[in-house]
């Protein structure tokens, strides 16, 4: 991709996600976005239909990392040592820590975090499986107590004022989904 198209892109989504500290998805406007990025709607709609195209496009490379960082350690890994989904998840938010943290902020119903809550309970329903010989609606019910767990506790700290650092949370979170409460007060 040409340097050009990928710095107005960046600055599009720049504009975009500053946006969303400000104000719920629905609420911004093209305008909003071309005064930010310091662009013409001409170029912006060169490159976007409109403001969910920015929603896709930032969705697909939001679940493209996290399968890359999936593809990257095994199944076996993750049951021996699960903090290895953890520190991916969180180096993957660490890259661009505050265009994250307007993506899982409080204004936003923003679907990446429901793409990305489905694709971990994949990954997680995968390792169960091999794992365990439970019945169907007990590995469901497993994965979605610890996924809204998790996603709430990253909710949480990117609205927070993030004085705990992410890799510690990281930390923190796998204890907890691992081994319960009784592993986090020990």
């Avoid at 990305?116 to 019945?135: G, H, P």
């Amino acid at each position: 991709m040409d340097r050009r198209i990928k710095k107005t892109k960046k600055a599009i989504k720049s504009a975009f996600a500053e946006l969303l500290k400000e104000k719920g998805i629905n609420d911004i406007t093209v305008t909003d976005i071309v005064g930010i990025a310091d662009i013409s709607r001409k170029t912006f709609y060169y490159h976007y239909a409109g403001i969910w195209d920015i929603v896709e496009e930032i969705e697909e490379e939001v679940l493209t990392k996290l399968e890359q960082g999936y593809r990257s350690i095994t199944l076996e890994q993750i049951l021996h040592s699960p903090q290895i989904l953890f520190e991916k998840i969180s180096n993957i938010f660490n890259a661009d820590i505050e265009f994250f943290g307007a993506l899982f902020g409080n204004n936003n119903n923003f679907s990446v975090s429901q793409k990305f809550t489905s694709s971990i309970e994949q990954r997680m329903k995968k390792a169960l499986v091999s794992l365990y010989n439970v019945e169907e609606k007990k590995y469901d019910m497993i994965i979605h107590y610890c996924i809204g767990g998790m996603i709430g506790v990253y909710r949480a700290w990117f609205n927070s004022d993030r004085k705990q650092p992410i890799d510690s949370l990281a930390q923190d979170l796998s204890v907890i989904i691992f081994d319960g409460i009784n592993g986090m007060v020990k």
